[in-house]
Every structure is written in structure tokens, then in C-alpha cells.
T-cell receptor, first 111, second 114 residues
């Protein structure tokens, strides 16, 4: 089955700097890659997603890139703010399987 | 539009007791998922329903966990008997159609087994 690896497990950046979180997946048939943000004690919230027919997608300060050949995708957050501090999860799925999540990255933005 | 609703929000039980969680998905969402999220890890699928049918329950510990979605709308997840390692947050999510579509999560039920 699908296996999703996520790195790093923790990330600290200064406010205003960029943050990058990387994920790799094992199943080349996976075609949907969402990113979720989870604040302490709260539900995961979808922040951006990308499908396999697109290489990059951007939404204000957040962008996701996908490299199907290498089977990896990344989340980029620019101009980080303290409210970006949370745990971020990547996930992958294909046409007939549920989401498989990475283990998460705890992002701390230091003011 | 109302989000995914779950209850209770918190539950503390002793091992070997039973417990049940309830989920009401977003109106019109045919697909419903139950995930288990152990502290410090990503959510892991327990079971997926499409309307009132089970699509995937391969990771559900069937000797103690059961779930149903009788009318294709709300769903219950039961644990009987509970073990210490069942302490986790149980998240319900729903989507319009099956995989490949956005899943919306409920607030979760935080279970502590003593």
C-alpha cells in the first residue's frame, strides 16, 4: 500500500522567513496530494491541495509543488507569521484508496 | 454550510469498558471516514463508508472495533472492550464523493482509557 514520508518532524523559523516541508510517496498511482494544518487540540484544516496533472499551485503565501517523477511534493510558506505555528500534515491518495498521511511537521514561527 | 459534527468531544473510560462515538457528516456528503490519531502522529484510517456501505475496513481492529452507517447519513464507531492503547483522538471526516476529493474533518473525540 501507499507510504508517505514527511520531513522534517520539527521546524523552527524566524518570523518573515520561509518554511519548506517535504513529503515523498511510494505509490506512483497516487494522484491527489492535500496539506492539512492542525493547531493544538483542533481539527485538521485543509490549506492547499494539488492533483497529479498540475506541477505547482499557489494561494497567497502558501504554495505546493509536485514532482511525479521523483514522487515527492513540498509545501512552501513564505513570509511566515506566528499564527502559522501548527502541525502540518501531507497526505496522498489515488482513485480507489483513502488518504494516507505523513507523520506531521511541527512548525514554530519565532517572533 | 454546517461542518462535520462529532460527539462527545471528550471521554474517559477504564480499560475493558465500552464506548461509542457519533458523527454527522456535512449534508450531501456520500463518503464518511473514521480516523484514529494517536498523539504525535498523523491520522490513520479505520473505516470508510460510501453511503451506507463499507468501502475499506482493512485497518479496523474488528475484534474490538465496530462501525455502522445504517441510513447512509450519520455514523457510530464503537470500541468494546477498550484497551489502554486505544487512547487517541477519533476523527470523522466526510467528502462529496470517494477518494481524490477534499475531506472535511470534524472536531474529533478525545478518548482516554485508564
Amino acid at each position: 500500500g501507499e507510504n508517505v514520508e514527511q520531513h522534517p518532524s520539527t521546524l523552527s523559523v524566524q518570523e518573515g522567513d520561509s518554511a519548506v516541508i517535504k513529503c515523498t510517496y511510494s505509490d506512483s498511482a497516487s494522484n491527489y496530494f492535500p496539506w492539512y494544518k492542525q493547531e493544538l487540540g483542533k481539527r485538521p484544516q485543509l490549506i492547499i491541495d494539488i492533483r497529479s496533472n498540475v506541477g505547482e499551485k499557489k494561494d497567497q503565501r502558501i504554495a505546493v509543488t509536485l514532482n511525479k517523477t521523483a514522487k515527492h511534493f513540498s509545501l512552501h510558506i513564505t513570509e511566515t507569521q506566528p499564527e502559522d505555528s501548527a502541525v502540518y500534515f501531507c497526505a496522498a491518495s489515488k482513485g480507489n484508496t483513502p488518504l494516507v498521511f505523513g507523520k506531521g511537521t511541527r512548525l514554530s514561527v519565532i517572533a | 454550510e454546517a461542518g462535520v459534527a462529532q460527539s462527545p468531544r471528550y471521554k474517559i473510560i477504564e480499560k475493558r469498558q465500552s464506548v461509542a462515538f457519533w458523527c454527522n457528516p456535512i449534508s450531501g456528503h456520500a463518503t464518511l471516514y473514521w480516523y484514529q490519531q494517536i498523539l504525535g502522529q498523523g491520522p490513520k484510517l479505520l473505516i470508510q463508508f460510501q453511503n451506507n456501505g463499507v468501502v475499506d475496513d482493512s485497518q479496523l481492529p474488528k475484534d474490538r472495533f465496530s462501525a455502522e452507517r445504517l441510513k447512509g447519513v450519520d455514523s457510530t464507531l464503537k470500541i468494546q472492550p477498550a484497551k489502554l492503547e486505544d487512547s487517541a483522538v477519533y476523527l470523522c471526516a466526510s467528502s462529496l464523493v470517494s477518494q481524490g476529493e477534499t475531506q472535511y474533518f470534524g472536531p474529533g473525540t478525545r478518548l482516554l482509557v485508564l
